[in-house]
T-cell receptor
């Protein structure tokens, strides 16, 4: 089944404790993105990647890191999480030349 | 002025009604326009996309773009309770189409 998977689905952590949210797609897509979704603000792009080792900042990259060492994986790293990073996070992927993004199921992160 | 604006709703309609969902945008350079549907506790899924002014129809759904007014609409005919979801408009900012901006979404409830 073609899909985007994210882990963990739910995470509660404390301020300053480094964490990684993994994202993997099995569709051989070139493009991948991370978004956060907050009430009233909608989906905002954090980072996106056009291919392996190629990443670029979205609208809200502060406090986040990403890496794209393999085509299928695009982890999101929070080196020192803060409460304002409490949010619902989505990973998405799309194929070359395609506008359609396939989204993962989301990761709900709470930073205390 | 925000790049993309949407009435957040909630919008409640009876089953069978025609629903009109709208977005306005400020950047006249936007070329592609997408509508995503997001069910509660799920990731968004693409409903329709278009890159020209005018109408595009797919079953009960019609996407309409008016570039001169910077206004896009999604019409749902014969609405069903299963259409109850949040509807997000989205546009890529650049020609590569991977730096996306989303509207905040309109929550729709179709009552049986």
């Amino acid at each position: 089944e073609a899909q985007v998977t994210q882990n963990p689905r739910y995470l509660i952590t404390v301020t300053g404790k480094k964490l990684t949210v993994t994202c993997s797609q099995n569709m051989n897509h070139e493009y991948m993105s991370w978004y956060r979704q907050d009430p009233g603000l909608g989906l905002r792009q954090i980072y996106y990647s056009m291919n392996v080792e190629v990443t670029d900042k979205g609208d809200v990259p502060e406090g986040y890191k990403v890496s794209r060492k393999e085509k299928r994986n695009f982890p999101l790293i929070l080196e020192s999480p803060s409460p304002n990073q409490t949010s619902l996070y989505f990973c998405a992927s799309s194929g070359e030349g395609r506008q359609e993004q396939f989204f993962g199921p989301g990761t709900r992160l709470t930073v205390l | 002025q925000k790049e993309v604006e949407q009435d957040p709703g909630p919008l409640s309609v009876p089953e069978g009604a025609i629903v009109s969902l709208n977005c306005t945008y400020s950047n006249s350079a936007f070329q592609y326009f997408m509508w995503y549907r997001q069910y509660s506790r799920k990731g968004p899924e693409l409903l329709m996309y278009t890159y020209s002014s005018g109408n595009k129809e797919d079953g009960r759904f019609t996407a309409q773009v008016d570039k001169s007014s910077k206004y896009i609409s999604l019409f749902i005919r014969d609405s069903q309770p299963s259409d109850s979801a949040t509807y997000l408009c989205a546009m890529p900012r650049d020609n590569y189409g991977q730096n996306f901006v989303f509207g905040p979404g309109t929550r729709l409830s179709v009552l049986p």
